[in-house]
């Protein structure tokens, strides 16, 4: 008798134990990540991880998704496709999320055709690929704001604005991330009516630049936008472009509009401009900024200044939150229903991270001109928000 009673307790405390765990489990809500926390992108990418977790967890400690946690799982990609993708297919298989985050334009590709035909979870990445963008071939892709290509045509507006009819040129990388926004520059420049007078190539971290710099004098180039490097040459195109008395405005996208570059290149980034879609960690009169300071001021107070790749991170992290919600309210934490979700945000506001966003083709088409104040070492606004849809 005593030996069934103790049977019977063991198997009570095992229904237990199951049902306990079955209820944390759907208390519960997962997002999975690959990130480049080591490998030559590492310099972003901890940032840009940092950041999409602080948008989590800040969410955990306001409540979660209409209660329910997020359970955070994130492993290294080093940067390397077969490594990226590799972790991938581990945490899909392991865990399950209905929400991947990937590191790079490569794994992107790489992963997207199975995400549309295998996994079906809502995905996105520190890519802002034109391709991965096109929501009819990758419906359950995101891209955290404007495209490369958007972020040309936002640059060309702002030309054709300041100078209609103006002299304008590309300087690229001979790479993916170089060439993505040259086809769709070289058919704004002909809407806008300025001129592309030239296409400098050349590689990333390279500083024999001499051919490219003098061909754009020759040309007479009034505007040089930089695509597809994050520092290396651009510091030396710019130097060199000043020896040869070349008077011209360079502009950068995204990865070359940033605090690093400034403190690079010091006095040669006088007159340089960038196009951004999030707010910088010193525009502390934003609201989501306050809350963002407040929030490392609490829980990283090692931190001093957190880069754009930390707010790439973070306002990703915020867009998955209100998917979430959404989704969970719907009662569909499937990728479909994240997808739909995504999909039906319009004029939401991000306290001013960027302008209220609303989601076209599963991308935001939005970003500002921003100019380098060399004496302060920051990027200050010169331009409204400015579309491309």
């Not at 992963?111 to 009819?136: C, G, M, Q, W």
């Not at 892709?141 to 590309?170: C, H, Q, R």
């Not at 769709?184 to 001499?210: F, H, I, Q, S």
């Not at 609303?358 to 400015?386: C, H, L, Q």
Request: aromatic share 12%; proline share 5%.
């Amino acid at each position: 008798m005593r030996k069934f009673f103790i049977l019977m307790m063991l198997v009570a405390v095992a229904m237990f134990l199951s049902v306990g765990v079955e209820c944390l489990a759907a208390d519960e809500i997962k997002v999975g990540a690959v990130q480049p926390i080591t490998g030559r992108f590492a310099f972003a990418g901890v940032h840009i991880n940092a950041g999409l977790e602080d948008a989590l967890m800040m969410a955990n400690e306001e409540g979660g998704i209409n209660g329910k946690q997020i359970k955070y799982i994130m492993e290294d990609g080093t940067y390397s496709v077969d490594k990226a993708v590799a972790a991938f297919k581990r945490i899909m298989a392991r865990d399950n999320p209905p929400i991947m985050y990937g590191e790079s334009t490569g794994m992107g590709k790489a992963v997207a055709p199975e995400i549309k035909d295998r996994y079906k979870v809502l995905y996105s990445s520190t890519s802002f690929s034109s391709e991965l963008a096109n929501a009819a071939a990758n419906p359950y892709v995101f891209v955290p704001g404007p495209t490369y290509s958007d972020m040309f045509g936002i640059l060309l507006k702002y030309i054709a604005k300041e100078k209609p009819g103006a002299n304008v040129a590309f300087f690229y990388s001979d790479t993916e991330f170089g060439r993505d926004p040259v086809a769709y520059g070289r058919e704004m420049c002909k809407k806008l009516g300025l001129n592309l007078v030239a296409e400098e190539v050349a590689k990333v971290g390279g500083v024999d630049v001499a051919s490219q710099v003098l061909d754009l004098k020759r040309k007479k180039a009034e505007y040089v936008i930089f695509q597809g490097f994050v520092l290396s040459p651009v510091p030396a195109v710019i130097k060199q472009a000043r020896d040869y008395g070349l008077k011209v405005n360079f502009m950068g996208t995204h990865w070359g509009t940033h605090k690093m570059l400034l403190d690079k290149m010091g006095p040669l980034a006088e007159g340089y401009l960038g196009v951004m879609p999030y707010a910088f960690y010193y525009q502390d009169d934003i609201p989501m900024i306050k809350k963002i300071r407040a929030w490392n001021e609490k829980h990283h107070p090692e931190v001093k200044y957190r880069p754009t790749s930390y707010m790439q991170g973070f306002f990703t992290g915020l867009v998955f939150v209100e998917c979430l919600k959404r989704a969970d309210k719907a009662g569909d934490l499937t990728g479909d229903g994240l997808v739909k979700a995504l999909q039906s945000i319009k004029d939401f506001d991000v306290g001013g991270l960027m302008a209220p966003i609303t989601v076209v083709n599963n991308k935001i088409p939005m970003g500002r001109v921003y100019k380098a104040n060399v004496s302060k070492k920051v990027f200050e606004p010169i331009s409204d928000w400015i579309r491309t849809d």
